[in-house]
């Protein structure tokens, strides 16, 4: 039987992960997954591949109040609210998308802590669409996560992946939300869509992955050998050359999903 083994988000973009046992399936994906991220001076979204220490920050959303902290940085508390703060076009790669300024109080501190000039941009109700050239479908909508809403891995692939690497990665490297155990290695691949607790998915990409994954998510160090990516791209790549690992999945009916859930896909 497949059942569900981890569940995580990741409230602010290239930030560190939330482990948690349940979590409510929105319109958008997991609740709170990627609401927040930090902008240069141009408004254009920075993440870790860039600035690696990213990695290292805690974000938790209770309410309205956005928590932050970072082992090097003093912690903070901000208000998430769109009363008074300006609302900002952003760059997300070449796409348009928006956000709300968190104020100067949350600017200086990530300004701080990346030695840049940078803000602190929430996504309230201003979802961007999800790209058709992405499988996106009419009103299908994500926050600033690069592709997709959800993204689902198998501890069977990573535990195949491990055997061929000198050195074992963990299952943070890849950033998943959704994590499932009992199939075989890269059964996900093969799958259309994917019901959890009543909850409805449909897989419409595999993931294709880049240097982000070379960065270990302890340390924020990246690997000088461009571990694990040039492993996978020695039998993961497809034919339009991405190195593929994991699913991208779209809510279809929403609910909670919880740690243990059975998983049945077609």
């Known amino acids: 039987m497949i059942t569900v083994s981890d569940l995580y988000i990741y409230p602010l973009k290239s930030g560190a992960a939330v482990s948690l046992v349940t979590c409510e399936i929105t319109a958008t994906g997991l609740a709170n997954d990627r609401r927040l991220a930090v902008i240069d ?23 309205q109040v956005l928590h932050l902290r970072e082992k090097s940085n003093k912690e903070i508390d901000i208000t998430i609210s769109a009363e008074n703060n300006e609302l900002l076009d952003i760059m997300l790669f070449k796409n348009l998308v928006q956000g709300i300024d968190l104020g100067s109080a949350a600017a200086a501190w990530v300004s701080n802590l990346l030695s840049t000039n940078c803000r602190l941009v929430a996504m309230l109700e201003h ?25 689902l891995l198998s501890e069977e692939s990573l535990a195949d992946l491990n055997q061929r690497l000198d050195s074992p990665v963990t299952m943070q490297h890849f950033r998943p939300n959704i ?60 034919t339009n050359n991405a190195v593929t690992f994991g699913v991208y999945l ?15 896909s077609t």
């Open 41 to 63: 001076a141009d408004n254009k979204i920075l993440t870790g591949r860039e600035y690696p220490k990213l990695l290292g920050v805690q974000a938790a959303v209770t309410g």
């Open 250 to 264: 779209v809510p279809r009916r929403l609910g909670c999903v919880k740690i243990g859930d059975s998983v049945k």
């Open 127 to 151: 979802h961007r669409p999800l790209r058709e050239k992405d499988g996106g479908q009419s009103g299908d909508k994500v926050n600033y996560a690069d592709t997709s809403p959800i993204l």
């Open 179 to 238: 994590v499932v155990k009992g199939c075989l290695p890269y059964e996900e691949d093969t799958w259309q869509t994917v019901e959890i607790n009543g909850c409805l998915f449909d897989v419409h990409l595999h993931c294709p992955r880049c240097v982000f994954i070379t960065i270990d998510p302890v340390t924020q160090q990246k690997d000088p050998n461009a571990e694990p990516l040039a492993t996978l791209a020695k039998y993961r790549k497809q």
